[in-house]
């Protein structure tokens, strides 16, 4: 490969990245002019692929589209184990069933992203769940105790004697054996990754293979601006979510993280991005007319072009106009939950699931926050009768809706 085209793909790949262990060797692999095998490990613990974790997916595009094969590990068998990276303390286990329904689920989502003709998938049940005894002897005697507590969450929770678990241990050894089985060329991962990825580097040389190339990509801040992105936390907006949802979510994003959003979630070139992040900056942009710029961005990018302007359109009617979303939720309710009269809306609210208790259905009617097709309640007491909500729409707030049904009083396919 000419010296220019090596130059130019590793300014590519290079580019919005964190950490490259090493780039001489990166360099020197792009120089072979032959496709490298790069691995990506992701452990399938919940339903849907975030923000988040795309940032690394459209980096393994990248060199998808300078001639190289994604190598996706589905960890069916580290899941099991749980990763402890950046943890502060053990995670829970996740069922067998969870974890195979949730691998279908991340296929789907991941080909939004990647190039399905150079990809590869493997799950790494098909050899960790063949390891007997002597194979996980033999694998825990390359690394030391001292080795793992460099590990900073490791050594975090050993100084605050915060329990952790062989198990944990063991997890970064497994990880570094899927690079081995697959022979990676180049690994990715988010930057809490980075002790993980190593340890493949370290099994692969003393299994007589070239250590792999790590390259670490940014965490994303959560949608609070106070955190990674996490499903867990709430604070993830789902690549997979419909339009408006996403849209919904990313008008909250916190002015402060806003530069690091265009940066990684649109998948803009540097130039543009440092166009926009410096009209913020210099207030020709305002901060509101960015978010929907960004909105509208990552929504075409995961629904097609004009999904963006659909979404925006709604999430004005909805939050400028008070109007009802185009499609409210159908909620199902017992007719037997009104005990033949009349019980408080603060009652039907929570079995709506609009609010968690009847007490907090109180709240926010005396809160001025709850209305019943369109006008609104004011009397924490009101109690309604079974008919005079079947079929009514009830708001709580800005963004929770749903149309009552009461099971008995109207065929849910009315409308």
């Given at each position: 490969?000419?010296?220019?085209?090596?130059?130019?793909?590793?300014?590519v790949l290079r580019a919005g990245t964190v950490d490259c262990i090493t780039e001489d060797e990166l360099e020197a692999r792009l120089g072979r002019g032959t496709p490298l095998r790069v691995k990506l490990g992701i452990d399938p613990t919940a339903s849907d692929i975030h923000l988040g974790f795309a940032v690394v997916l459209r980096k393994l595009r990248q060199f998808q589209e300078l001639g190289h094969v994604a190598v996706l590990i589905i960890g069916d068998f580290t899941a099991r184990v749980g990763d402890p990276s950046g943890r502060t303390a053990t995670r829970p286990s996740v069922s067998a069933e969870e974890i195979d329904a949730h691998a279908a689920t991340y296929l789907e989502q991941v080909r939004r992203i990647l190039d399905p003709e150079r990809l590869e998938v493997h799950q790494n049940s098909t050899w960790l769940g063949d390891l007997g005894m002597d194979d996980v002897l033999a694998l825990t005697s390359h690394v030391t105790v001292a080795r793992?507590?460099?590990?900073?969450?490791?050594?975090?929770?050993?100084?605050?004697?915060?329990p952790i678990s062989l198990t944990e241990f063991l997890y970064p050894l497994l990880q570094g054996l899927d690079s081995v089985e697959v022979r990676a060329d180049v690994e990715l991962g988010g930057?809490?990754?980075l002790f993980n990825n190593l340890m493949g580097r370290q099994l692969q040389e003393q299994h007589g293979q070239d250590p792999q190339v790590v390259v670490t990509t940014p965490l994303l801040e959560g949608i609070d601006g106070a955190q990674k992105m996490s499903k867990s936390l709430g604070n993830y907006v789902g690549i997979s979510e419909p339009p408006?949802?996403?849209?919904?979510k990313l008008m909250r994003v916190p002015d402060e993280v806003m530069a690091q959003y265009f940066a990684l979630t649109t998948g803009w070139s540097p130039d543009r991005v440092e166009e926009v992040t410096r009209g913020l900056a210099e207030g020709e942009?305002?901060?509101?007319?960015?978010?929907?710029?960004?909105?509208?961005?990552?929504?075409?990018?995961?629904?097609?072009?004009?999904?963006?302007?659909?979404?925006?359109?709604?999430?004005?009617?909805?939050?400028k106009e008070h109007a009802a979303p185009s499609a409210v939720p159908d909620v199902v309710v017992d007719p037997d939950e009104f005990g033949g009269g009349p019980v408080r809306l603060a009652?039907?609210?929570?079995?709506?699931?609009?609010?968690?208790s009847n007490k907090e259905?109180?709240?926010?009617?005396?809160?001025?926050?709850?209305?019943?097709d369109g006008e609104r309640v004011t009397d924490p007491d009101l109690t309604v009768t079974a008919d005079e909500v079947d079929g009514r729409v009830l708001q709580v707030g800005r963004r929770a809706w749903a149309r009552?049904?009461?099971?008995?009083?109207r065929d849910p396919g009315m409308t």
């Open positions: 490969m000419p010296d220019a085209a090596i130059a130019h793909a590793l300014g793992m507590l460099e590990r900073n969450d490791f050594a975090t929770r050993y100084a605050q004697g915060a930057t809490d990754q408006e949802q996403q849209f919904g942009l305002r901060p509101v007319e960015a978010k929907r710029l960004l909105a509208r961005t990552v929504v075409d990018l995961y629904h097609g072009p004009g999904a963006g302007d659909a979404a925006e359109a709604e999430f004005d009617r909805v939050f009652r039907v609210l929570a079995l709506a699931g609009l609010v968690p259905g109180r709240r926010k009617i005396a809160q001025d926050g709850v209305r019943v009552v049904l009461v099971t008995g009083g």
